[in-house]
Nanobody, 124 residues
């Protein structure tokens, strides 16, 4: 089983940057599709970005295109979300999740492993 732990969240001023990390136990992450989701209070969980196990970026939600970058380092069992030009509407709990290799959909039920989330708060 894969264990995922997010880190890097915090409080940042609008226009600032954060880099989220998702560290996985074991080596199985190298054969998984990874997604970043976010959920704001009272809102449905939203898919933010998807990257294949080979590092091909499959998806960004329109609201983050040009500002966020998803990447992964399989040797470190880590997935990243670089967030630039942050806006107050980016405020949410951010989750990383793993799906079988080859999957790139948006259905949270198809992602088998989840981290506990990290809070991102953008002020002003």
């Amino acid at each position: 089983q894969v264990q995922l732990v997010e880190s890097g969240g915090g409080l940042v001023q609008a226009g600032g940057s954060l880099r989220l990390s998702c560290a996985a136990s074991g080596r199985s992450l190298s054969t998984t599709t990874m997604g970043w989701f976010r959920q704001a209070p009272g809102k449905e969980r939203e898919l933010v970005a998807v990257i294949t196990w080979r590092g091909i970026i499959m998806y960004y939600v329109d609201s983050v295109k040009g500002r966020f970058i998803i990447s992964r380092d399989n040797a470190k069992n880590t997935v990243y979300l670089q967030m630039n030009s942050l806006k107050p509407e980016d405020t949410a709990v951010y989750y990383c999740a793993a799906a079988p290799a080859g999957y790139s959909g948006s259905n949270p039920n198809d992602y088998d492993y989840w981290g506990r989330g990290t809070q991102v708060t953008v002020s002003s």
